[in-house]
């Protein structure tokens, strides 16, 4: 097929060429709007009673401190099993591609093959398309977690004065708008347009294949029709 046969098949199918283009455009037009997100990772970190977060030997480090963080981040998060990208301590949540999600765990600072954990803290991490969604799902997390370690204490008989603190991070609570730069804006703009226009051609030849050969019925000139009729 030449490039002159191209252009005559997309002239012939220009409906189906033009429908395409405008739903690539229009979903372009929809991820260029919703390109942001919204994201929180608030920290909350458990030690000895009456232990600060920057006082040393705090207990953070202790395995039971740990186990019992490990229990109040299931509880909090209703069971559910938490992957370990979500919980590594360098892995975002919005760079797992998620547009509206809310997890809670205690942080792993392994790699993706082990996982290794050293301090008994859980983190929320939350992204949704607004400040108000996640802000109000921050806030009704740590109180969870706050309520459920009292709670789980309390239930077991543990003197208040001995019972695990919880403490919420104050400069953890701030809510941050991740948005694509202007070049992988433009990169995904480009990357767009190139499959609509290779989308719309591939569809044209296809639809064009579909369509019944044309027959060329050659006739015969009238004299040399009249000249056989005298003939015979």
């Known amino acids: 097929m030449t490039l002159r046969d191209v252009l005559r098949m997309l002239r012939r199918r220009w409906y189906v060429v033009v429908l395409i ?5 229009a979903a372009t037009v929809g991820l260029a709007r919703d390109g942001g997100i ?5 920290i909350v970190m458990f030690t000895m009673p009456g232990a600060g977060t920057v006082t ?5 480090d202790s395995w039971s401190v740990i186990t019992f963080a490990q229990t109040i981040a299931t509880q909090a998060s209703g069971g559910r099993a938490i992957g370990r990208y979500y919980s590594h301590a360098d892995a975002p949540l919005y760079g797992a591609g998620l547009r509206e999600a809310v997890v809670v765990a205690v942080r792993s600072d392994g790699s993706q093959w082990s996982s290794r954990i050293e301090s008994a803290v859980i983190e929320v991490q939350i992204v949704g398309r607004t400040e108000q969604w996640v802000r109000e799902r921050q806030d009704d997390l740590v109180t969870k977690i706050i309520g459920i370690t009292a709670s789980e204490q309390a239930a077991a008989g543990v003197p208040e004065g001995d019972r695990i603190d919880a403490h919420v991070e104050p400069l953890t609570t ?3 708008y991740v948005s694509p730069s202007r070049t992988a804006g433009l990169a ?3 990357a767009m347009a190139i499959a609509g226009v290779l989308t719309a051609g591939a569809a044209a ?3 064009d294949r579909r369509r019944p050969p044309t027959r060329r019925v050659v006739h015969a000139p009238t004299e040399d029709i009249e000249a056989g009729s005298r003939t015979s």
Do not use: D, K, Q, V
């Open 21 to 25: 283009l405008a739903l690539t455009g």
């Open 56 to 60: 040393p030997y705090n207990g953070s």
């Open 205 to 207: 030849w296809a639809l």
């Open 188 to 190: 995904a703009i480009l």
């Open 38 to 42: 919204h994201h929180s990772r608030t």
């Open 174 to 176: 701030a809510i941050e």
